[in-house]
């Protein structure tokens, strides 16, 4: 059974950063897109950034230029580096991995992230 288990949420003011991790178990790390989705309280979840094997991107428009994903595969984990952090970016972020074969999906449990002065 595939398992996401992220970390690094926190509370940073506006203009700081935080770094998220999410390691992967129980898959072959190549055969998937994995990136990280957000959910603000009562609003739906959105796309932040995923990201391939051959190592293209795909940004939410809110976060280019700010946020950076990156992702080890002998360590099989996702990273989002968030930076220019803004009061709006505050929600639930979630790991995800997609099988790019099957569409299969999975998610992580998620890690808030609050920017607060």
């Known amino acids: 059974q595939v398992q996401l ?5 926190g509370v940073v ?4 950063s ?4 999410c390691e992967a178990s129980a898959l072959i790390f190549a055969f998937y897109v994995v990136g990280w989705y957000r959910q603000p309280a009562g609003k739906e979840r959105e796309l932040v950034a995923t990201t391939t094997d051959g190592g293209g991107t795909n940004y ?3 976060v280019k230029g700010r946020f950076t994903i990156s992702r080890d ?4 984990t996702v990273y989002l ?6 009061v709006e970016d505050t929600a639930v972020y979630y790991c995800y991995a997609m099988h790019t074969r099957t569409r299969e999906h999975n998610w992580g ?4 992230v609050t920017v607060s002065s």
Do not use: F
């Open 13 to 16: 003011q506006p203009g700081g």
């Open 109 to 112: 449990q998620g890690t808030q």
């Open 81 to 86: 580096q968030m930076n220019s952090l803004k």
């Open 60 to 62: 939410g428009d809110s």
């Open 18 to 21: 935080l770094r998220l991790s």
């Open 73 to 76: 595969h002998a360590k099989k």
């Open 5 to 9: 288990v992220e970390s690094g949420g």
